[in-house]
C-alpha cells in the first residue's frame, strides 16, 4: 500500500504534559513524526494549536486520527491535506565555516534560495532560510558540502488556504 | 529567586521515542517548555537536534541539564545563553478575516512589521511573519484584535553567534 503524508493540525488544552501525550501516541507505536510545532492560541482559555506531520499507509493514517482525537486533554483534530491546498513554511539557521572557494560558493547558493546572512566572521557565516520545507532541504544539502557545522530548523507551520476557520 | 530564561540545544539519538522522553522529563516534573524544535542534523549517523527554550530558577535550570545529560539517547547539551548572544528566529503563519476597515489596517500592520501576503481572498489574508519570538508576540497581539481566525507558529530555531562549533 502507498505511503502518504498529512498535515494534522490539533487543538488542545495547553496544560503540562498534553505534548507528552501526543508525542507518546506515536512513540508507543512506532509511528512517524516528521515535523512538530506547537503554538499557544489562546492564553485566556488555555488553547494550543498543533501541528504535526507524519506518514503513513491511509489505514495507519486513519487510525492515528481516531486516537488523537480521543486523547482528553485533545479538542478537535483537522486534517490539513483535506481542506485542499494549505501553506506550508518552516525556517532555518545553518552556520558555514570556510575559506576561499566554500566560502565565496556558500555565499553564492544563499543568494540564490534567497537565505540571508544574519552573522559573519572571518570564517564563518550564519544564513536564515525560510520557504517551503523541501525548499530548505535542498540548501541544507548543499551546504553539508561546503562546510555546514550547526543547524537548527524550525518544523513546518501550516494553515489552509481560504477563509475556512479549521479549529473551534 | 529570579526566573531565567535559557535555551538549549540537545544532540540524540534520531530513534523512536527520544522526542517523547525528553518532553517526558519535563512534563514527569511540572517543568516549562515554551517552545521545543527538532532538526534532523545528520541522516547517516542518524542524529537530530532539539532546540528548546524553558524558564525556572537556576537551580532548576541546572537540574533539567544534569537530567536531560543522563537520559540515554542523548549525546550532548550545550547551554545556547552560556555562549553570549546568539540568534534566535521564528516563523509564523496567521490568517485574518475582515472587512473594511480592519482589512486595510491589518495590511498596513503587516507591512511595518514585514510580514508578507501568502494567500488572499476577498474578506481574508494568510500573513507570513518571522523575527526574534517578540517581534511575532507584538504582531499577534495585534492581528487578534484586527480579526485572526487561525495561527500556525513554528517555535525558535536558535544558534550561537560565532564560529564555535556547540555540539559534536
Not at 505511503?3 to 512513540?27: C, S, W, Y
Not at 512517524?32 to 485566556?44: A, G, K, P, R, Y
Not at 562546510?147 to 524550525?154: A, L
Amino acid at each position: 500500500m502507498t505511503t502518504e503524508q498529512r498535515t494534522f493540525a490539533v487543538l488542545v488544552d495547553n496544560e503540562p504534559g498534553v505534548l507528552a501525550r501526543v508525542v507518546g501516541l506515536f512513540a508507543g507505536r512506532g509511528y512517524n513524526i516528521s515535523s512538530l510545532t506547537v503554538t499557544e492560541v489562546d492564553h485566556e482559555l488555555g488553547l494550543s494549536r498543533i501541528t504535526l506531520e507524519t506518514s503513513g499507509t491511509p489505514i495507519v493514517l486513519e487510525h492515528v486520527k481516531n486516537l488523537l482525537q480521543r486523547l482528553v486533554p485533545v479538542h478537535s483534530v483537522a486534517d490539513l491535506t483535506s481542506f485542499g491546498p494549505s501553506v506550508r513554511r518552516e525556517l532555518a539557521l545553518l552556520k558555514v565555516s570556510g575559506v576561499d572557494k566554500n566560502r565565496v560558493e556558500s555565499l553564492r547558493i544563499a543568494d540564490i534560495f534567497k537565505a540571508e546572512v544574519v552573522d559573519a566572521g572571518l570564517e564563518h557565516f550564519i544564513f536564515q532560510i525560510h520557504g517551503e520545507p523541501e525548499h530548505i532541504d535542498r540548501f541544507v544539502d548543499l551546504m553539508r558540502q561546503l562546510g555546514m557545522v550547526d543547524i537548527s530548523r524550525t518544523g513546518v507551520a501550516a494553515i489552509s488556504r481560504g477563509p475556512e476557520v479549521l479549529l473551534k
